[in-house]
């Protein structure tokens, strides 16, 4: 048997500065392409811990092993069948003549194989495979090809374009270089190092040298050792200061892939700042600059921030005065607003909301303010929330719109309203269920941790998903300018995490009816239907449920189940908890299947199904003991269910089995005898009520 000798691979892409965003994609695409070409090609590869490399001027690939050659690449061509290949003397007609010619081999030579239709002839055929370099050029092409560019940039008098324009290409195989070409350059062995710290070729002699090498000229190309190398000075920079550094995971990135030789530079701005509301501050250092804020030993903001230059500089000095310098303006701009809308304060803000349209059926934000408090003030009885106090928080809730603060720094919505309504000494539980209105702001983020603050989220989103599907503002495909999806979700986390037991078709019926009831102009926003956006929240609770381990089976029996999605979505939660336990019992999927076929029995019975079970005409002993093994569950059951411990309820089900099985194995249900197939019916409708009790558990039959 012929082996395969394994062979280490370089590929690296070289290229003007790429888009920070997309680059960890990018580099991502390029691996998966060509490891894609070489398995559409048979040739092996050793993966090992590969992984995508990339700076902002390169994207490469090393893998630590490939074969040098593909295996053996087998042919098989058919011919025709015996009855049109030969004629009655056995000899050769000339479509057999034909085939095998084309094929440059004697008929004798061709092989036979048998199909439905009979023996017909066959050519197979065995060639060696192509060596993997004469492979490669068309494997990178294609891979780059494949790579998600929205919009090539083209340079120079080319046709061709990429992300950026490219300047060099690096394609080893051990230490040979591969001949190959790709968008305007030839491969060849020659890296780049540092544009300012080792602006010169670098010699790759083997693709195993490639990232030392890099490192020699000043370039990490190993994004997670980059991402460590932040993360270590950052924090020790931060520790010189005194303090610690905040690390948003998000501009983490984006630093790592703004740099190729990170080097922390500890910074520091006028104290005097710090009046201006923290968010402000850190919006501007993070998201304007991507520099680190430092907090103090309280958690508060310091005067003192990180940035991260993509160079070791001679003069340090020049470079923490020009970040200094930069976010200076930013800070005093915050400042003169901050100021500025403390002198116009909250009731004057709030008046200019009634010029600002929400939507052109929904009316003006001052409509949506008064819907949202006339549905908080509502909720907050029924959720132990003082009414007066939810309903202050939604009147004030949008004032900070009209601020100079959130003009500048929209991300500040509801934040910069906490830090008014706090200067204006309204109630704490006010100005925070302000700020908390808005969360969960994003995918993972925390709900709304009062519960003051819980009721104005609520309230916000059921106005929101109500005016929006009266508006006909429903999303499609990738569409979802209201962002609908995110707050039915953002609902149901709240009632769900924050425990309120709350029914939620009354919630969205109310919510329906407040919108309803607004009339613009002409445009009038049609009525929303409560039903609908029931379906619609429970849709977005699939999701949620399956990253917590939630089968759709289990999903869909607890959907099913009778009353299940009329009561509080707690009631629900509790429910898919208890089914996800059930199914783990080896009881499970016995009493599921039972319950599917009792349930398939009884749709096709046409005529009317006796309420009560007559023992009287009970004949075989595993109908009685079924019978008493029902009657006693459904006892044992009924506080259960009033206490709501649908866990218990389930465990005390799963010792039905061996009545069930017993039912199941002796009694034929369908007996000649009207009033006894009645009977057994009757006790299957019984079954299957109280097996369906928590959940429709006949889903989990597979």
């Not at 998966?32 to 070409?37: A, N, R, S, T």
């Not at 003192?304 to 200094?324: C, K, M, P, W």
């Not at 008064?370 to 909720?379: F, K, M, P, S």
């Not at 269920?433 to 059921?462: H, K, N, W």
Request: proline letters at 6%; one cysteine or more; charged letters at 25%.
């Amino acid at each position: 048997m012929m082996t395969t000798t394994m062979t280490p691979l370089l590929v690296e892409l070289g290229t003007e500065e790429l888009p920070v965003k997309a680059l960890p994609g990018l580099a991502q695409a390029l691996f998966d392409g060509i490891l894609d070409g070489l398995g559409r090609r048979g040739i092996a590869f050793e993966r090992g811990e590969a992984k995508p490399l990339y700076t902002p001027r390169r994207l490469a690939v090393l893998l630590p092993g490939v074969a040098s050659t593909q295996p053996e690449q087998t042919s098989e061509v058919l011919g025709p069948y015996l009855n049109i290949a030969l004629d009655a003397d056995g000899q050769p007609t000339r479509a057999l003549q034909g085939f095998a010619a084309k094929a440059g081999v004697d008929w004798t030579a061709l092989g036979r194989t048998t199909d439905s239709k009979g023996e017909r002839f066959v050519h197979r055929s065995t060639t060696p495979g192509a060596a993997t370099a004469d492979l490669l050029e068309a494997i990178v092409t294609d891979a780059v090809a494949a790579m998600p560019i929205p919009k090539p940039m083209r340079w120079g008098a080319h046709a061709y374009g990429f992300a950026r324009p490219v300047h060099w290409l690096v394609v080893l195989l051990g230490r040979d270089v591969v001949d190959a070409g790709l968008l305007g350059v030839r491969s060849d062995r020659m890296s780049r190092g540092h544009r300012f710290m080792h602006d010169k070729p670098v010699w790759i002699g083997a693709p195993g040298d490639y990232v030392e090498a890099l490192r020699g000229a000043k370039v990490l190309a190993d994004p997670d050792e980059r991402r460590a190398r932040i993360v270590a000075e950052v924090e020790a920079a931060a520790r010189g200061a005194g303090g610690t550094a905040r690390i948003d995971a998000g501009i983490l990135e984006e630093v790592n892939g703004l740099t190729e030789w990170p080097s922390a530079v500890a910074c520091s701005f006028d104290p005097a700042f710090l009046a201006v509301p923290s968010e402000a501050l850190i919006a501007t250092m993070e998201t304007n600059q991507k520099f680190f804020p430092v907090l103090d030993a309280d958690g508060r903001l310091s005067e003192h921030f990180v940035g991260i230059a993509n160079i070791e500089s001679r003069d340090l000095t020049q470079v923490r005065q020009g970040y200094e310098r930069v976010i200076r303006p930013r800070f005093a701009d915050a400042r003169f607003f901050f100021v500025e809308d403390m002198k116009q304060g909250l009731a004057s803000m709030n008046e200019g909301l009634r010029t600002v349209t929400y939507q052109q059926q929904l009316g003006s934000i001052a409509d949506k303010v008064a819907r949202v408090a006339a549905l908080a003030e509502a909720i907050a009885g029924q959720a132990g929330v003082d009414p007066a106090l939810a309903r202050r928080a939604a009147v004030l809730s949008k004032a900070d719109l009209q601020s100079r603060l959130v003009g500048e720094f929209p991300e500040l919505q509801g934040i910069a309203g906490r830090y008014y309504a706090a200067v204006e000494n309204e109630p704490v539980e006010v100005a925070d269920a302000i700020d908390q209105a808005y969360m969960p702001r994003f995918g993972g983020d925390a709900i709304a941790p009062s519960r003051t603050g819980q009721v104005l989220a609520i309230a916000e989103r059921l106005d929101t998903l109500a005016g929006g599907f009266a508006a006909g503002l429903k999303p499609t495909g990738n569409k979802d300018p209201f962002a609908l999806r995110r707050n039915a979700l953002g609902l149901a986390r709240t009632l769900v995490e924050g425990g309120l037991d709350l029914p939620l078709a009354p919630l969205l019926s109310a919510a329906c009816d407040g919108v309803g009831a607004v009339q613009v102009g002409k445009a009038a926003a049609a009525p929303a239907d409560a039903d609908e956006l029931r379906d619609f929240v429970f849709d977005r609770l699939r999701g949620y449920y399956a990253e917590q381990g939630i089968t759709p089976q289990q999903f869909e029996a607890v959907l099913a189940a009778p009353g299940a999605t009329s009561g509080p979505l707690l009631d629900f939660d509790r429910r898919l908890k208890a089914i996800a336990e059930f199914a783990r019992l080896p009881e499970a999927e016995a009493l599921a299947a039972a319950n599917k076929r009792s349930r398939n029995i009884l749709r096709k019975v046409e005529a009317e199904v006796p309420v009560a079970v007559d023992p009287a005409l009970m004949s075989e002993p595993a109908e009685r003991e079924l019978a008493d093994a029902v009657d006693a569950a459904i006892a044992d059951s009924a506080p259960l269910l009033d206490a709501r411990d649908y866990v218990a309820v389930l465990g005390r089900l799963a010792r039905l089995r061996p009545q069930v099985d017993a039912f199941f194995d002796a009694v034929m249900v369908n007996a000649d005898d009207p009033a006894v197939r009645n009977n057994r019916l009757a006790l299957l409708t019984r079954l299957s009520g109280v097996l369906g009790s928590v959940a429709a558990i006949e889903h989990l039959s597979s």
